[in-house]
């Protein structure tokens, strides 16, 4: 039987252990510890940003930061239809409206050249998240929110370690948000992380992050809150991992430029990701591929046959205004975005984890040529 190659595994070989190991020695488990404010200071620095909020998880991270801004009924968010769930939960909840933006098929990144149509007196922010390794293109959208004042929501939560035009991802937000998932650049087991530049919005999620205790009358509540604290054990992983950002990084490119020479063989059967675009190169957070349609192979069809070759693969993102969930609110009734919908019948990923060798990134292009026609 041919060894299974599993779609993520984290590197956990740097001083994770060590860390860890200080916080069983010293007793500092809960979210009280100083590794917290430590991975908080040492993250933003990294993204030339003022403020780090540690939180639970990605999700938590993007349900406070639209908290945080305000976002309630009536309010417009724009945001991409390609992307995660966790994007468009606290939209929903707050009775605001999500506007969704398709895809551009080369960078599968939102089509910014559709936001403007968009806008109306309603909007109040754009969303935007960085997909599988390709930052948005920032400039317009940028110009188009101090246009007509508009926040930005920046999830960057695929693009530790990303640069657009130079400047890191994670820098663009008037809040951004990250997640330290295990399938992330970085990972705390869960974990996310939440930045800004504002003082008063960072107070705001530091407040809404922990239930809203206030200091003075602590179990006093104005406001409704999270327990989204992160624990100090989490930011002891968090900050041996942020150690190796850029040797990940370089380890990520180097296996995005070995699938690409791979694969580059059956162009004619699937598209591959851009290696680079005019304001950053791809980083590669996953390798993913495009079936094309004239193949008759769709991903669903793939990702079976490749399993059945011990290679482990994972969907493309299933569009927001697809979700079952959201045509029973009727909250996208009629919405069609030919190209997301196309991403999700056509793409998957390959194995793209840290933890993935040469060896095994051979293998995988050898079982994918024994199943291609
Ligand atoms: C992983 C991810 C999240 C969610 O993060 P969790 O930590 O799993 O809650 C949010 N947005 C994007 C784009 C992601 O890839």
């Known amino acids: 039987m041919a060894e299974f190659i599993p779609v993520n595994e984290p590197l956990l070989d740097g ?3 060590k860390y860890l190991m200080e916080c069983i020695e010293t007793g500092w488990i809960s979210s009280e510890g100083p590794f917290i404010a430590e991975f908080e200071n040492k993250f933003s620095e990294r993204c030339n940003r003022r403020y780090g909020i540690a939180v639970s998880n990605g999700t938590a991270a993007i349900d406070i930061a639209v908290e945080a801004l305000g976002i309630g009924p009536d309010d417009e968010i724009i945001l991409p239809a390609f992307t995660i769930i966790s994007c468009v939960n606290q939209i929903i909840r707050a009775g605001a409206k999500p506007v969704f933006i398709d895809s551009d098929p080369a960078s599968w990144n939102m089509d910014v050249d559709q936001i403007e149509d968009k806008i109306t007196d309603k909007t109040r922010a ?11 293109d920032m400039e317009p959208i940028i110009n188009i929110a101090n246009k007509y004042n508009l926040k930005i929501i920046e999830d960057a939560a695929e693009a530790h370690g990303q640069t657009y035009n130079g400047r890191p991802c994670g820098s663009f937000g008037d809040i951004s ?3 330290f998932y295990p399938n992330k650049h970085v990972t705390t087991g869960e974990g996310g ?6 003082e008063s919005l960072a107070e705001s999620c530091r407040s809404l992050r922990n239930l809203c205790f206030q200091p003075q009358k602590r179990f ?18 968090g900050l041996a991992q942020l150690e190796r950002l850029d040797k990940f990084i370089e380890q990520k490119k180097k296996m995005g430029e070995l699938y690409t020479t791979h694969l580059s063989q059956f162009k004619e059967y699937m598209q591959l990701p851009l290696t680079k675009t005019p304001y950053a190169d791809n980083n590669y957070w996953v390798f993913g591929v495009v079936m094309e349609k004239s193949t008759g192979l769709n991903a669903e069809i793939m990702m079976k046959k490749l399993a059945g070759e011990q290679v482990g693969t994972r969907p493309f993102f299933y569009p927001l205004h697809m979700q079952p969930i959201l045509r029973k609110l009727h909250i996208s009734d009629g ?3 030919p190209i997301s ?7 998957f990923y390959l194995p793209s984890g840290l933890a993935l060798t040469e060896v095994q990134i051979d ?7 024994k199943i291609l026609p």
């Open 193 to 198: 992380m939440i930045l800004t530049n504002d």
């Open 177 to 179: 948000t990250f997640s």
């Open 126 to 136: 754009i969303m935007i998240v960085h997909i599988y390794g390709l930052p948005v």
């Open 341 to 347: 919908e196309n991403l999700y019948l056509q793409g």
């Open 15 to 17: 001083n994770e252990k």
């Open 335 to 337: 919405v069609k975005l």
């Open 220 to 237: 006093v509540h104005e406001k409704l809150g999270w327990n989204a604290r992160m624990t100090n054990m989490q930011a002891a992983l």
């Open 363 to 369: 293998n995988v292009v050898k079982r994918l040529q």
